[in-house]
Structures are given as C-alpha cells and as structure tokens.
C-alpha cells in the first residue's frame, strides 16, 4: 500500500526557517516524480514544486512564488521527500501536502499524504 | 502561466441530480487535466486523470470529457457522499496549476 507521511509543520515566525518531511512507503521511491502542494486555509490549492525520480536526474521544479526560499530534496536512502523554507512570509501558512507523480500513462498526482500545517505569524 | 478557470466556483444541489463542472485552460493542454474530490480536512483525492480516465475505485457515476482547453466533470446522479469541493489541475506545463475550486453543497 502507498503510503506519504508528512512531519515537521509547525508554528514558525515571519523571516524564519522550516524543514518539512515526507516519509514515503508501498513503492520503489527512486523511480517517482514526487511533489509538494500546499493549501492557504479556507483556500484553494497551490502546486509549490517538484523533485524528479532517477530516471530524470532529480531535477527540481519550483513555483515562482517560492524560487529561491524554498529547496526541494529527497534521500532515496530513507525513502523520504524534504521541503526547506526558508525567509517564511505569513502568506506561506498553509497545509502542505506531499504527493506522487504517476509515471505510466499519465503524469498527474495518483497519491496525497495527509498534509502538515505551517503557521507563519508573529 | 497556464490559468485555469473554474466554474462556478458553487453549486447547490440535491440528491440525484446531474451535476456538471467546467475547467478552461488558459491555453491548450492537449487532455493533461485531472480532476480531484476534496472533503473538509482531508486530502484530495484523484477521480479523473487524462481529462477522461477513471481512477481505479471511483463511481462510475463520475466522468471526465474534454481536450485542449475546455474540460468537463460531470457526476451523472449526485450522491450524498459527493457533497465536497472539486479541483481540477492542468499538467501539461510547468507551473503546473490549478482550477480554483467549485464547491458542491445540498439544496
């Protein structure tokens, strides 16, 4: 069974630091394209970026609202996902959620963790 | 940026009823559209990929229509539990995006 488990959500102040963590299980982590989401409260959804499997060299992919501040990285060791942000703005607060890129026959999100809570506020 | 326009963005609607929502793109995307279900507090769920391919466990009461830069969900007999908020997501391009949401509540 796929499973994606996020951590590391948190209360975090305005200008600060946060590493987020997806474990992932159920399939062969190195061969997905897997990405993050993120969800304003009482807000739609935001694509935040991407990090590819081994076959596309784990090239990262990122929204022009987070270039920069946010690093999107894996460790196939771990089987595990990691969004680092840094210099957080109270419009970052947000459910952030990690999702797998299905890699036959169509490239959309086939599978959603459950989503961690960022607060950025003073 | 691909945008994605949703409509409408709410829908009242009772039990039974034939239900249908529009996603257009900003520019053509070919058919990488999915749509996905979301109830309050979880995840969302896929239920469409490919603008027409079921997934996997999802009624057949759901069905996806569309190609190029208009998309159509369409939920044949509203259920009780298809009371939730529909997203639908263009792939084709990065940023990859999403439409803005259409929520579907009882009348």
């Known amino acids: 069974e796929v499973q994606l488990v996020e951590s590391g959500g948190g209360l975090v102040q305005p200008g600060g630091s946060l590493r987020l963590s997806c474990a992932a299980s159920?399939?062969?982590?190195?061969?997905?394209?897997l990405d993050w989401v993120r969800q304003a409260p009482g807000r739609g959804l935001e694509w935040v970026g991407r990090?590819?499997?081994?076959?596309?060299?784990?090239?990262?992919e990122y929204a022009a609202s987070v270039k920069g501040r946010f690093t999107i990285s894996r460790d196939e060791s771990k089987n595990s996902l990691f969004l680092q942000m840094h210099s957080l703005k109270t419009e970052d607060t947000a459910v952030y959620y990690c999702?797998?890129?299905?890699?036959?026959?169509?490239?959309?999100?086939?599978?959603w963790g459950q989503g961690t809570l960022v607060t950025v506020s003073s | 940026d691909i945008q994605m326009t949703q409509s409408p963005s709410s829908l009242s609607a009772s039990v039974g009823d034939r239900v249908t929502i529009t996603c257009r793109a900003s520019?053509?995307?070919?058919?990488?559209l999915a749509w996905y279900q979301q109830k309050a507090g979880k995840a969302p769920k896929r239920l469409i990929y490919?603008?027409?391919s079921l997934q996997s466990g999802v009624p057949s009461r759901f069905s996806g229509s569309g190609s190029g830069t208009e998309f159509t969900l369409t939920i044949s007999s509203l259920q009780p539990e298809d009371f939730a908020t529909y997203y639908c997501?263009?792939?084709?391009?990065?940023?990859?995006?999403f439409g803005g949401g259409t929520k579907v509540e009882i009348k």
């Open positions: 999702t797998r890129v299905q890699t036959y026959n169509d490239f959309s999100f086939d599978y």
């Open positions: 159920g399939f062969t982590f190195s061969d997905y394209n």
């Open positions: 990090t590819g499997s081994k076959a596309n060299n784990y090239a990262t």
């Open positions: 520019q053509g995307i070919r058919n990488a």
């Open positions: 490919a603008a027409s």
């Open positions: 997501l263009q792939y084709n391009t990065y940023p990859l995006t």
